[in-house]
């Protein structure tokens, strides 16, 4: 139980909700027998007289809340900067919290910040499950989850198009002359990570070299991407394409094929997924699917404080194009310049 509600309150002491706000405000009259029955609900259920104080008071505070799951990630703090400057120009301060995609870890930030007044959350992470959800939309908390969402209309989402941010990579490989493409997966407990697997698969499952082997599991860190390709080229020594599922991955699958002394993108071309500055500073550079990643913080700020602002009741779900940005890790000669 994330946050008990005003409501949980009143029902478990068996009176009215209006009856629980007096109580706390101490404002009008309350016989002894239902203060004491109001009081022990409150200590049972651990209620937050903060989040009343917020509620019944219509009180804003003009500060919300972003979950990040890994800010060592560049992709995290370039999304961070979208939801912060869209904040601030709205007069909204931001608390940056780091999960490290720990739901324990996760939810001690809610405890905390429930104390804090916030106005809103940004999700951009993926611990919480949909029970923890509807308790902070029970409390009329606004939140927008952001990045890894499932698609559904239970609240308001903004996220890129994976699974089509896959394929466009794998037509790219394809295009350049690649004849046995492999895929280095992200953590599948990801939403985000799953849709480029299943792009890729619907991609490649019908080409006569396709083999699950083909694909191999990362974390998507850099250390993950090396150990992929040392998993894989033992495999299948004859890849000669790999769609990373995310950019820092593709920048240690492309170390690790330098150690194995594999030109790229001659002998293997690499695509990554993401888009962060990282993949302009290798050599060479590093062809991925860029996800509008500072938008996507940005319109997640906005979708927020519309809602905190009530401007907009419903849950919207943004899904932005992604684009495919061609460099050296998959100049072949080979594709036709667009
Ligand atoms: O690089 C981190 C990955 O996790 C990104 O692809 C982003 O979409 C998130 O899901």
């Not at 009856?19 to 016989?31: A, F, I």
């Not at 009180?59 to 919300?64: A, D, Q, V, W």
């Not at 990362?218 to 991407?225: A, Q, S, V």
């Not at 997640?300 to 919207?316: R, S």
Request: proline residues 4%.
């Amino acid at each position: 139980m994330l946050l008990a509600t005003i409501r949980d309150v009143a029902k478990l002491a068996g009176v009215s909700v209006a009856t629980v706000s007096r109580v706390l405000n101490k404002n009008g009259y309350v016989n002894k027998e239902t203060e004491q029955k109001v009081i022990t609900a409150i200590q049972q259920l651990q209620y937050e007289p903060n989040a009343v104080a917020r509620g019944l008071a219509g009180k804003r505070t003009g500060t919300i809340a972003l979950i990040l799951p890994d800010i060592s990630n560049p992709f995290f703090p370039e999304m961070a900067r979208g939801v912060e400057d869209v904040a601030h120009q709205l007069g909204y301060t931001v608390i940056l919290c780091n999960s490290d995609d720990h739901g324990v870890k996760e939810r001690s930030y809610i405890e905390v910040l429930k104390k804090k007044y916030i106005d809103g959350i940004i999700f951009a992470s993926n611990t919480l499950d949909e029970t923890d959800v509807e308790e902070m939309q029970k409390n009329d908390l606004p939140l927008v989850i952001l990045d890894r969402a499932p698609i559904q209309d239970t609240f308001s989402v903004v996220r890129s198009k994976n699974y089509e941010g896959a394929q466009l990579a794998v037509k790219h490989l394809l295009e350049v002359g690649c004849k046995r493409i492999a895929h280095i997966y992200g953590p599948q407990e990801f939403l985000t990570a799953k849709e480029r697997m299943t792009g890729y698969e619907d991609a490649v499952r019908h080409l006569p070299w396709y083999s699950p082997s083909l694909m191999v599991p990362g974390n998507f860190r850099i250390d993950g991407g090396m150990k992929a390709i040392e998993q894989l080229l033992s495999r299948h020594p004859d890849v000669d394409g790999i769609f990373a599922g995310n950019d820092l991955m593709a920048v240690g699958a492309l170390k690790a094929l330098y150690r194995l002394g594999k030109k790229v993108p001659e002998e293997v071309a690499i695509c990554g997924f993401d888009g962060i500055a990282l993949t302009e500073i290798t050599e060479p550079e590093i062809t991925t699917v860029a996800q509008p990643i500072y938008e996507m913080g940005s319109l997640a700020a906005k979708v927020l404080i519309e809602k905190i602002t009530a401007t907009v009741k419903a849950n919207p779900i943004h899904e932005l194009e992604v684009s495919l940005i061609r460099r050296g890790s998959t100049k072949r000669g080979r594709e036709t310049d667009e």
